[in-house]
């Protein structure tokens, strides 16, 4: 009867059995004939980012939703193959897809701990998932992830297979592949790692955001020391190595990538440009532009910026503590409240956020974001000191622990309390000679304000526009030593389109007749505004398109000559580049070429140049005679601070807007123009004395030093139709023994005077009513 029961149990059990692996191969045949192709494989495209280069080819910008830096598997490192493989399936070279021991150890696992601990996805299974399938936990994914294993590795190679693994993984912080895992954790190449950081990154595709160094350290680390048993186990490394590599700490460097140099601003222009022309592929489709940004320039220019711009804010005192924080929000846990308070706080360069601890004599602590306790201590506190009193006023904020500062390093490596300014700059610089982009800096901070100032920034030019107006006089017959009176002048509201209106000089000084050249030197507004009368406003306003300008926004009125219109930087670096190059208008440009995943080109720039297609606006002459005028500017004028570069190449003209709104200076060498401008996006004063030459020339010096650090002096040759002369400076009158020597167009020299040097000044003043 027992026999009969084993005999009747073992048949049924057969039957079942045979039915199920008919049933399984059925499913199978089913599942295999629906199993997707594996040309997404074998043809990988993955997406890869829009990035950015410098014209040397150093990365400056990258936009995309997954970061990620395809490697060939020759590239990887060994130790993060081990790792690896360490980690999830160190099996692979040895399985055809599916490790059946590996099965059985995990359910064997999973049977003892009475819960799903471990699974048993082989490396090919994983790939076969994040290509094809979901993450939902069915046995049919279970099955077809395996049957797509098999799939693959009857296709591919082991090697081919690992480095689809190794690009196409998420591994946390939009880092798809270990390549960018390695910039974005630690801020190096996947060639740099060492064998702890292997470990760490290794062990994070069992889950990413558990694991993650930046968000759970503590749960990295011991998912790190894990990885490090396992290639102990495996003999990849011995126990000595183990307990060093135990005790060694892992520096994490929280960067989206590895940026040569700051250029947010030129980088955004070029993801507009980029996605106005591709839509949505601009961010997958692996596209490289190469700019005309310089790194020298660059930095040269980011340096000049802020540093002046800081040094103006101190100029106006500290406005005390940014916020206050509850220390007390997380209990004892105050570690918990600083991080949580710094991760929503954006940093600026090397100005740096924290939050006062405790408050002595002469001492402040602060907690900085990673953990640092820094000291502040004597000058370090002085910009602050009048938010240290030990008496407090009511209703005036201090420093006290928990308050939110900014804080920054001196040259000296010593900690001092600072503020974000509240103004903003810019400067932009270009080659005249083809209009392409050397640097551009639209703002103090991108990530505070991502208004571009440079392109975007409509602010009146004061006197840094004149030069276009002395420019429309020399055509229209007017010399450099044409004798102009200086003197007062008082116009109704229907002549400057708005008010009664009686202009003043900077200076608040008339100083009477003086030639064109001293008036521009000197920047008098009394005679720009008499040049514009003699000249016609509407000339003018029509004359001032040949620089770029848009006429509509330079009406015509009287006050266009003091630069009562609205321009851009750019439009102003695209003017004085006409002066530079000697008349040619030329475009400015920050796209040199565009090259696809594989790189080749797609579109390569041809600008046109003052030698080659651009088209002159201005006549030769008149460019080097208005280059000789701005020359004096620097060597005698408004910008005299600028004699300190030691160059006699540089020409160029300081401007201040009404109540010192607007701060600029516009200046060249013969092959570099650049523009720097400083305000405030809510236009008011600067503050008084707070002038072009003062704000914003400093920051155009600090950026033409290093630019032309290295470059000879230029030679600006006078052009045929040039001649210069001697003349008596205070007749303008053509004088073989006159005290100066000027420049005039040939069939404009000024009669040859009778009168003596001594009595010039005399006859002059005698004149003075007949005079422009």
Same mark, same amino acid.
């Given at each position: 009867?027992?026999?009969?029961?084993?005999?009747?149990?073992?048949?049924?059990?057969?039957?079942?059995?045979?039915? *199920?692996?008919?049933?399984?191969?059925?499913?199978?045949?089913?599942?295999?004939?629906?199993?997707?192709?594996?040309? =997404?494989?074998?043809?990988?495209?993955?997406?890869?980012?829009?990035?950015?280069?410098?014209?040397?080819?150093?990365?400056?910008?990258?936009? +995309?939703?997954?970061?990620?830096?395809?490697?060939?598997?020759?590239?990887?490192?060994?130790?993060?193959?081990?790792?690896?493989?360490?980690?999830?399936?160190?099996?692979?070279?040895?399985?055809?897809?599916?490790?059946?021991?590996?099965?059985?150890?995990?359910?064997?696992?999973?049977?003892?701990?009475?819960?799903?601990?471990?699974?048993?996805?082989?490396?090919? $299974?994983?790939?076969?998932?994040?290509?094809?399938?979901?993450?939902?936990? =069915?046995?049919?994914?279970?099955?077809?992830?395996?049957?797509?294993?098999?799939?693959?590795?009857?296709?591919?190679?082991?090697?081919?297979?690992?480095?689809?693994?190794?690009?196409? %993984?998420?591994? *946390?912080?939009?880092?798809?592949?270990?390549?960018?895992?390695?910039?974005?954790?630690?801020?190096?190449?996947?060639?740099?790692?060492? %064998?702890?950081?292997?470990? $760490?990154?290794?062990?994070?595709?069992?889950?990413?955001?558990?694991?993650?160094?930046?968000?759970?350290?503590?749960?990295?680390?011991?998912?790190?020391?894990?990885?490090?048993?396992?290639?102990?186990?495996?003999?990849?490394?011995?126990?000595?190595?183990?307990?060093?590599?135990?005790?060694?700490?892992?520096?994490?460097? @929280?960067?989206?990538?590895?940026?040569?140099?700051?250029?947010?601003?030129?980088?955004?222009?070029?993801?507009?440009?980029?996605?106005?022309?591709?839509?949505?592929?601009?961010?997958? !489709?692996?596209?490289?532009?190469?700019?005309?940004?310089?790194?020298?320039?660059?930095?040269?220019?980011?340096?000049?910026?802020?540093?002046?711009?800081?040094?103006?804010?101190?100029?106006?005192?500290?406005? *005390?503590?940014?916020?206050?924080?509850?220390?007390?929000?997380?209990?004892?846990?105050?570690?918990?409240?600083?991080?949580?308070?710094?991760?929503?706080?954006?940093?600026?360069?090397?100005?740096?956020?924290? /939050?006062?601890?405790?408050?002595?004599?002469?001492?402040?602590?602060?907690?900085?974001?990673?953990?640092?306790?820094?000291? /502040?201590?004597?000058?370090?506190?002085?910009?602050?000191?009048?938010?240290?009193?030990?008496?407090?006023?009511?209703?005036? @904020?201090?420093?006290?622990?928990?308050?939110?500062?900014?804080?920054? @390093?001196?040259?000296?490596?010593?900690?001092?309390?600072?503020?974000?300014?509240?103004?903003?700059?810019?400067?932009?610089?270009?080659?005249?000679?083809?209009?392409? /982009?050397?640097?551009?800096?639209?703002?103090?901070?991108?990530?505070?304000?991502?208004?571009?100032?440079?392109?975007?920034?409509?602010?009146?030019?004061?006197?840094?526009?004149?030069?276009?107006?002395?420019?429309?006089?020399?055509?229209?017959?007017?010399?450099?030593?044409? &004798? %102009?009176?200086?003197?007062?002048?008082?116009?109704?509201?229907?002549? =400057?389109?708005?008010?009664?209106?009686?202009?003043?000089?900077?200076?608040?000084?008339?100083?009477?007749?003086?030639?064109?050249?001293?008036?521009?030197?000197?920047?008098?507004?009394?005679?720009?505004?008499?040049?514009?009368?003699? &000249?016609?406003?509407?000339?003018?306003?029509?004359?001032?398109?040949?620089?770029?300008?848009?006429?509509?926004?330079?009406?015509?009125?009287?006050?266009?000559?003091?630069?009562?219109?609205?321009?851009?930087?750019?439009?102003?670096?695209?003017?004085?580049?006409?002066?530079?190059?000697?008349?040619?208008?030329?475009?400015?440009?920050?796209?040199?070429?565009?090259?696809?995943? !594989?790189?080749?080109?797609?579109?390569?720039?041809?600008?046109?140049?003052?030698?080659?297609?651009? !088209?002159?606006?201005?006549?030769?002459?008149?460019?080097?005679?208005?280059?000789?005028?701005?020359?004096?500017?620097?060597?005698?004028?408004?910008? &005299?601070?600028?004699?300190?570069?030691?160059?006699?190449?540089?020409?160029?003209?300081? #401007?201040?807007?009404?109540?010192? &709104?607007?701060?600029?200076?516009?200046?060249?060498?013969?092959?570099?123009?650049?523009?720097?401008?400083?305000?405030?996006?809510?236009?008011?004063?600067?503050?008084?004395?707070?002038? #072009?030459?003062?704000?914003?020339?400093?920051?155009?010096?600090?950026?033409? *030093?290093?630019?032309?650090?290295?470059?000879? $002096?230029?030679?600006? @040759?006078?052009?045929? +139709?040039?001649?210069?002369?001697?003349?008596?400076?205070?007749?303008?009158?053509?004088?073989?023994?006159?005290?100066?020597?000027?420049?005039?167009?040939?069939?404009?020299?000024?009669?040859?005077?009778?009168?003596?040097?001594?009595?010039?000044?005399?006859?002059?003043?005698?004149?003075?009513?007949?005079?422009?």
């Amino acid at each position: 009867m027992l026999a009969r029961w084993l005999y009747y149990f073992f048949v049924t059990f057969s039957a079942l059995g045979l039915i *199920g692996v008919l049933l399984a191969g059925f499913a199978a045949l089913v599942i295999h004939s629906n199993l997707p192709s594996l040309e =997404t494989l074998t043809d990988y495209r993955p997406k890869i980012p829009l990035r950015i280069y410098s014209d040397e080819g150093l990365l400056i910008g990258e936009f +995309g939703a997954e970061r990620r830096n395809v490697v060939n598997i020759s590239e990887v490192p060994a130790q993060l193959k081990q790792s690896i493989l360490a980690a999830e399936d160190d099996r692979f070279y040895e399985h055809g897809g599916v490790d059946y021991l590996g099965v059985l150890r995990a359910a064997y696992s999973n049977f003892s701990a009475g819960s799903a601990r471990q699974g048993a996805s082989t490396i090919t $299974m994983q790939v076969a998932r994040n290509f094809f399938l979901t993450r939902e936990k =069915t046995l049919t994914r279970k099955f077809s992830e395996a049957l797509l294993a098999f799939k693959i590795e009857s296709n591919l190679s082991k090697d081919n297979i690992l480095e689809l693994y190794v690009n196409q %993984i998420y591994l *946390g912080q939009r880092s798809y592949g270990f390549a960018a895992a390695a910039q974005t954790y630690f801020g190096k190449s996947l060639q740099e790692i060492n %064998i702890a950081e292997a470990a $760490m990154l290794a062990g994070l595709p069992k889950a990413p955001s558990s694991y993650n160094p930046i968000s759970n350290p503590k749960r990295a680390k011991s998912r790190q020391l894990y990885v490090l048993g396992r290639l102990h186990k495996l003999n990849y490394i011995s126990s000595e190595e183990l307990r060093e590599l135990e005790k060694q700490p892992i520096l994490v460097k @929280k960067q989206s990538t590895a940026l040569a140099m700051p250029a947010d601003y030129v980088a955004e222009m070029v993801r507009q440009v980029i996605y106005d022309r591709y839509q949505e592929e601009t961010y997958s !489709k692996g596209i490289k532009v190469y700019t005309t940004i310089r790194q020298l320039d660059q930095m040269a220019a980011y340096q000049a910026l802020r540093k002046n711009i800081v040094e103006y804010d101190k100029r106006r005192g500290y406005r *005390g503590p940014e916020a206050q924080i509850n220390l007390l929000k997380h209990g004892s846990n105050q570690e918990k409240t600083l991080d949580d308070a710094l991760e929503e706080i954006n940093e600026s360069g090397d100005i740096y956020a924290a /939050i006062v601890l405790s408050v002595k004599h002469n001492l402040v602590q602060a907690y900085r974001k990673g953990g640092e306790i820094i000291e /502040i201590t004597g000058e370090g506190l002085k910009f602050a000191q009048k938010f240290l009193a030990d008496k407090k006023e009511a209703g005036k @904020k201090y420093i006290t622990p928990g308050t939110l500062i900014r804080i920054q @390093k001196d040259q000296k490596s010593s900690w001092h309390i600072a503020q974000l300014p509240e103004i903003e700059a810019a400067l932009v610089s270009l080659d005249p000679n083809d209009g392409a /982009i050397r640097a551009l800096i639209g703002g103090f901070d991108f990530h505070k304000n991502q208004f571009n100032h440079v392109t975007q920034a409509w602010r009146q030019p004061g006197s840094s526009f004149k030069p276009f107006i002395y420019s429309a006089a020399l055509e229209k017959g007017f010399t450099t030593a044409t &004798i %102009i009176n200086d003197a007062p002048l008082s116009f109704s509201a229907a002549q =400057t389109g708005s008010q009664l209106w009686e202009p003043k000089n900077f200076d608040g000084k008339f100083e009477g007749p003086m030639r064109l050249r001293t008036a521009l030197v000197k920047s008098k507004n009394l005679v720009s505004i008499r040049i514009l009368q003699a &000249i016609g406003i509407r000339y003018a306003q029509d004359y001032i398109t040949r620089f770029g300008f848009d006429a509509n926004r330079h009406p015509p009125y009287l006050p266009l000559a003091l630069g009562s219109g609205s321009v851009t930087p750019m439009q102003m670096a695209t003017g004085y580049a006409i002066f530079a190059n000697g008349g040619f208008r030329v475009t400015p440009y920050f796209i040199k070429r565009i090259e696809d995943e !594989k790189g080749s080109t797609i579109e390569q720039f041809h600008p046109v140049t003052a030698l080659n297609g651009a !088209k002159r606006v201005i006549d030769p002459r008149n460019a080097y005679i208005m280059t000789s005028m701005m020359k004096d500017v620097i060597n005698h004028g408004t910008a &005299i601070k600028a004699k300190q570069l030691g160059r006699n190449d540089l020409a160029g003209k300081t #401007g201040t807007t009404s109540n010192f &709104i607007d701060a600029w200076f516009c200046g060249f060498q013969k092959d570099l123009v650049t523009i720097a401008w400083a305000g405030y996006d809510e236009p008011r004063s600067l503050g008084n004395n707070e002038t #072009g030459g003062r704000v914003a020339l400093p920051i155009w010096m600090d950026y033409m *030093g290093p630019a032309l650090k290295d470059i000879p $002096m230029a030679e600006y @040759k006078i052009p045929n +139709g040039v001649l210069a002369t001697r003349i008596n400076s205070a007749t303008g009158f053509r004088d073989p023994a006159g005290d100066i020597t000027e420049y005039f167009y040939n069939e404009q020299l000024p009669p040859v005077t009778e009168i003596s040097v001594d009595d010039a000044p005399k006859v002059t003043r005698d004149l003075k009513d007949q005079l422009f």
